[in-house]
């Protein structure tokens, strides 16, 4: 049933990005870092995280799709290149990107930490406590522009003021 539900969640997407050809949206894939690793069992992941936020008395912020995301590596892309929203997210957060994919749908942290993508869709964003607690989701919808991302609303999404 998951894989039927992240089968009908990629043919949406795809709808929604009809005025880019699969192709350009491939190769624009290509040009960016692929931050997720689907090999990761991402529970034992956030957990060993949740450990170093502790000792750095940081927050989690989680961003849950896939390399095959062409948003999530958007999302990516500006927040680890723009000086201003990377400094703020060096300085709040661990920054992790947890694998929704076939090849592994880390069922185990979606089941402790919810996903908020299959609602809100990919990107999607949890921030949690050094406790492991979710202190806020977060879609990806209200922090884009055209085809991108909208850094002063990012910027306020990683002060926590959204």
């Known amino acids: 049933m998951k894989k039927i539900i992240f089968i009908a969640l990629l043919c949406w997407a795809g709808t929604t ?5 699969s192709e350009e949206i491939q190769k624009e894939r ?26 750095e008395n940081k927050k ?3 961003q849950i ?9 958007r999302f ?3 927040v680890t290149t723009n000086p201003e929203l990377k400094k ?16 592994n749908e880390n069922e185990k942290a979606f089941k402790k ?5 299959v609602q809100y869709g990919y990107p999607a964003f ?3 406590s050094s406790k492991g607690e979710v202190l806020f989701t977060q879609k990806s919808e209200d922090l884009e522009d055209g085809k991108g991302y909208d850094p002063k609303k990012v910027k306020k999404f990683l002060q926590g003021r959204l």
């Open 17 to 21: 990005l009809s005025a880019q050809s």
């Open 30 to 55: 290509t040009g960016y870092e692929q931050p997720y690793h689907p090999e990761e069992d991402g529970y034992m992941r956030i957990n060993q995280l949740l450990q170093q936020a502790k000792k």
């Open 60 to 62: 989690v912020l989680v």
């Open 65 to 73: 799709g896939g390399n095959w995301c062409v948003w999530c590596l």
């Open 76 to 78: 990516n892309h500006l």
């Open 88 to 103: 703020i997210l060096n300085k709040k957060y661990i920054y992790y990107h947890l694998n929704f994919s076939p090849e």
């Open 113 to 117: 930490y919810g996903n908020p993508g």
């Open 126 to 128: 949890l921030i949690l």
